[in-house]
């Protein structure tokens, strides 16, 4: 009974708002009031820029992170598909987020979240590959492709401690991105992909990494200005 009752608390810690109570703690505002109304990184960096919006993107990631790596630890079983339940949870809480009136975020940073604690090699190497790829090409898309392509690759490398579901699961999530990215694939070979623009007002490289994670957690375009 003890490990339901750690997905049910899974889920309450990931539907935690945290762009919603940077807002409200940082400026007092409600987010779904400003910018686009996202409570999404994009939305958050936006409206309150990069130094609330880097520690609400981690915190995402340790909604994720976080309950498979103790709740594992807590329930007393030791059948590890309980730490998928866990981390399937924490997603669920923050896409359809109880305290939000079932709003809430994309789930790419929670899931990353849960990925760290499953696989943390594969996702080391997609963050790397990511970050390459994005500031050599300046294209977000195809940061995010090359980074799920890298990932799926390193699950099947011969030998890799990854159990079978979490390489099948993984290798999902990563055709699912190339297959949500299918138009900016074709853009691409067009030479029709527009390159992430940071704005007219000098950014810092941190603040440009910062805006360029925010998109590609959430898929919403960040205005310019």
Same mark, same amino acid.
């Given at each position: 009974? #003890?490990?339901?009752? $750690?997905?049910?608390?899974?889920?309450?810690?990931?539907?935690?708002? =945290?762009?919603?109570?940077?807002?409200?703690?940082?400026?007092?505002?409600?987010?779904?009031?400003?910018?686009?109304?996202?409570?999404?990184?994009?939305?958050?960096?936006? /409206?309150?820029?990069? %130094?609330?919006?880097?520690?609400?993107?981690?915190?995402? #990631? $340790?909604?994720? $992170?976080?309950?498979?790596?103790?709740?594992?630890?807590? @329930?007393?079983?030791?059948?590890?598909?309980?730490?998928?339940?866990?981390?399937?949870?924490? *997603? /669920?809480?923050? *896409?359809?987020?109880?305290?939000?009136? $079932?709003?809430?975020?994309?789930?790419?940073?929670?899931?990353?979240?849960?990925?760290?604690?499953?696989?943390?090699?594969?996702?080391? &190497?997609?963050?790397?590959?990511?970050? /390459?790829?994005?500031?050599?090409?300046?294209?977000?898309?195809?940061?995010?492709?090359?980074?799920?392509?890298?990932?799926?690759?390193?699950?099947?490398? +011969?030998?890799?401690? *990854?159990?079978? +579901?979490?390489? #099948?699961?993984?290798?999902?999530?990563?055709?699912? &991105? &190339?297959?949500?990215?299918?138009?900016?694939?074709?853009? #691409?070979?067009?030479?029709?992909?527009? !390159?992430?623009?940071?704005?007219? %007002? +000098? !950014?810092?490289?941190?603040?440009?990494?910062? =805006?360029?994670?925010? &998109?590609?957690? @959430?898929?919403?375009?960040?205005?310019?200005?």
């Amino acid at each position: 009974m #003890i490990p339901w009752l $750690l997905v049910l608390a899974a889920y309450l810690w990931g539907a935690i708002p =945290a762009s919603y109570l940077a807002g409200k703690w940082t400026r007092g505002i409600d987010l779904r009031r400003h910018g686009s109304g996202n409570l999404g990184a994009t939305n958050t960096f936006r /409206v309150l820029g990069a %130094r609330v919006a880097a520690p609400v993107m981690v915190f995402d #990631i $340790l909604k994720g $992170l976080l309950p498979v790596v103790i709740f594992s630890q807590l @329930d007393g079983s030791a059948d590890w598909r309980w730490e998928l339940a866990y981390g399937a949870a924490a *997603v /669920v809480g923050h *896409v359809f987020s109880v305290y939000m009136k $079932l709003r809430g975020g994309k789930g790419v940073a929670t899931s990353a979240g849960v990925f760290l604690a499953l696989a943390p090699i594969a996702v080391g &190497v997609g963050l790397a590959v990511w970050l /390459v790829v994005m500031r050599l090409t300046r294209m977000v898309s195809a940061g995010s492709v090359a980074a799920a392509l890298a990932v799926a690759v390193i699950l099947h490398v +011969p030998g890799a401690p *990854v159990r079978p +579901p979490v390489r #099948i699961l993984g290798t999902g999530v990563a055709l699912f &991105v &190339v297959f949500a990215h299918r138009s900016n694939l074709a853009r #691409i070979l067009r030479g029709e992909e527009s !390159r992430f623009s940071f704005g007219r %007002r +000098p !950014r810092s490289a941190t603040e440009e990494t910062v =805006a360029a994670a925010a &998109v590609a957690a @959430d898929a919403e375009e960040e205005e310019e200005g």
